[in-house]
């Protein structure tokens, strides 16, 4: 069955420590893929997404992510984290096109000052 | 660019009520809109995707005659949810494609309490 899979519910990481959320995609094909974040109470805001060519995509406030095909992964990093970036973020897929797109259920960042 | 809006952020109503959420596109056309919903610490569930001038795609399991679509126009679509219950409150987010087609767009979502 196609899924998409954000295996942390939970991450707490100290304010200048490095970040990386996992992300794994289950389809028959390489869907397109995102991230998005949600600050609380708040819509979800692009920051980055992976359609083809260099699997190491850049985005905005600093994050990136790669994706691995044969892993199934697309997962998001950071190499310091600040306090405002605590927030739920989302791995997203498509698989045709934008029209598609499915939700892993979330990763909540905390950031320890 | 590429701002949705929706309005109301956030809307309390008596059971048996209808309640109508609008999803605007600002500054841009937006050929396809999409409604989720999201439960308190839960991922988004896509609910439908409108497309202008045409009827609502709806995913499986949703009352598409509980939750009426419409997209009148290419910066405007309405989420109506019909005879509103409390286990309708939740958190209701649109998206529209932007405009180069390839990114959606969200509002800021829409908290609905149903008493």
């Known amino acids: 069955a196609q899924s998409v899979t954000q295996p942390d519910i939970h991450i707490t990481v100290s304010e200048g420590a490095s970040l990386e959320l996992r992300c794994n995609y289950s389809y028959g094909a390489t869907p397109y893929l995102f991230w998005y974040v949600q600050s609380p109470g708040q819509g979800l805001q692009l920051l980055l997404k992976y359609f083809s060519g260099d699997t190491l995509v850049q985005g905005i406030k600093g994050f990136e992510a790669e994706f691995k095909r044969s892993q199934s992964s697309f997962n998001l990093r950071k190499p310091s984290v600040h306090w405002s970036d605590a927030a739920e973020y989302f791995c997203?897929?498509?698989?045709?096109?934008?029209?598609?797109?499915?939700f892993g259920a979330g990763t909540r960042l905390t950031v320890k000052p | 660019g590429a701002v949705v809006s929706q309005h109301p952020s956030r809307v309390i109503c008596k059971s048996g009520t209808s309640v109508k959420i609008e999803c605007r596109s600002l500054?841009?056309?937006?050929?396809?809109m999409f409604w989720y919903r999201q439960f308190p610490k839960k991922s988004l569930m896509l609910m439908a995707t409108s497309n202008e001038g045409s009827k609502a795609t709806y995913e499986q399991g949703v009352e598409k005659d509980k939750f009426l679509i419409n997209h009148a126009s290419l910066t405007l679509s309405t989420l109506t949810v019909t005879s509103a219950h409390p286990e309708d409150s939740s958190f209701y987010i649109c998206s529209a494609n932007g405009p180069y087609t390839d990114t959606q767009y969200f509002g800021p979502g829409t908290r609905l309490t149903v008493l």
């Open positions: 997203a897929v498509a698989l045709y096109n934008n029209n598609d797109m499915r």
């Open positions: 500054d841009f056309q937006a050929t396809t």
